[in-house]
């Protein structure tokens, strides 16, 4: 008896042709993955670095505001040691 190979033409696609898709779709989800973790790290370093340089002006601005506070008493005359 011969054995035939049976062709269903009525598919729309084919087992291959599926298989294919879904690795693709497989592909497309790993590198949105990726793609959005490395977009969400670089927001929060931005937003850890912009918090730096609030607190680094902040701080700035201290320092200003003290060394101004001494200028004015060494104006009045008192003298400011290292423990006032």
Known sequence: ???FIIINLNQT???EAKTARWKERGRWTVFTVILLSLI????????IGSGYSRLIA????EIADVKQRIR????????LSKQD
């Open 40 to 47: 969400l790290a670089n927001t929060s370093l931005f937003l």
């Open 1 to 3: 008896m011969k054995k």
């Open 58 to 61: 902040q701080k700035e601005n």
């Open 13 to 15: 696609d084919s087992k």
């Open 72 to 79: 004015d008493l060494q104006a009045q005359g008192k003298n």
